[in-house]
């Protein structure tokens, strides 16, 4: 009941976070229109329309024109963010699952657990990752499944550092030690005691991991390392900015992907911030 209340509390001081509420109403409505619109209007983002042209530019029929090969740009548009936000969300929840389990054995077992897994992190967290990321990827090869596993798997180490810490000092509580007293066995006392209290940071950094793992597809994807022709993405729609005479002469090609990218990206980090002042209302006053 009292956790019950708890959520409920953090939802009512999230509900007063204007921004954060719309925010989260942009991202909703933006996954919405990507989930509906190809099958409600039919787009197809490989046909090519030979009489319209190539770099045909914005009218009626193609509310964005043409690619290099007749493509519609803005079918390309909306199918692509499938792919973005998919490997997104689906490179978060994955660092999610390696991260906490992960977190948690190391804080609550401590000695030896505590020692491997914290150096792996570490190990994990020196090198460049945008570079350990393209090394993998091209070693892996360019496929949306690949994209998630070699993002997720890289990205589990912040996850596990905040689960590590909660779970610190969530272990030294006087109710862990009575369940421990009373016989409760480690998994029992990890999932239903401790896990609870050590993962409320998690969702606050979840937005903010998929917001990195979307720029990190998009980078790749830019590349030519990521998504790649004839599978649209977001990331390799602005690969044609890449051209100067793209870049300068048809700003209609590359601009809208660029903008998708940084209003979802924003949004995430504004949902991300609004959902740490709901679960943890002190920081609110300590950060002002």
Do not use: K
């Amino acid at each position: 009941m009292d956790r019950r209340r708890a959520v409920y509390g953090a939802w009512l001081r999230l509900r007063r976070d204007r921004r954060a509420m719309a925010c989260l109403a942009i991202l909703l409505a933006e996954t919405l229109l990507v989930v509906l619109l190809p099958p409600l209007m039919g787009l197809e983002p490989n046909y090519c329309d030979l009489e319209a042209g190539f770099w045909a530019a914005p009218s009626g029929t193609h509310w964005l024109g043409t690619d290099d090969v007749g493509r519609d740009l803005f079918a390309r548009l909306v199918c692509g963010g499938r792919i973005s936000l998919l490997v997104g969300f689906a490179a978060a929840g994955l660092s999610v699952a390696v991260g906490v389990p992960l977190g948690l054995i190391a804080g609550y077992r401590r000695g030896t657990w505590e020692f491997w897994i914290m150096r792996l992190a570490d190990l994990f967290q020196t090198f460049p990752s945008i570079v350990l990321v393209l090394c993998l990827v091209a070693l892996v090869g360019p496929s949306v499944v690949n994209l998630i596993l070699v993002i997720g798997l890289l990205g589990w180490t912040g996850i596990a550092r905040l689960v590590y810490g909660n779970t610190l000092s969530v272990r030294e509580q006087e109710y862990i030690v009575a369940v421990q007293a009373l016989g409760g066995s480690t998994a029992t006392i990890l999932r239903r005691n401790v896990l609870p209290n050590a993962v409320s940071p998690v969702w606050a950094a979840l937005p903010l991991r998929v917001g990195r793992a979307i720029l990190s597809e998009s980078s790749l994807s830019f590349l030519g390392v990521g998504i790649r022709t004839p599978q649209a993405s977001w990331g390799n729609l602005i690969q044609y900015a890449s051209g100067l005479s793209v870049l300068t002469g048809r700003p209609w090609v590359w601009l809208p992907p660029g903008l998708c990218i940084v209003l979802t990206v924003l949004c995430l980090q504004f949902v991300g911030d609004g959902l740490r002042d709901a679960m943890d209302p002190r920081h609110r006053f300590i950060s002002h």
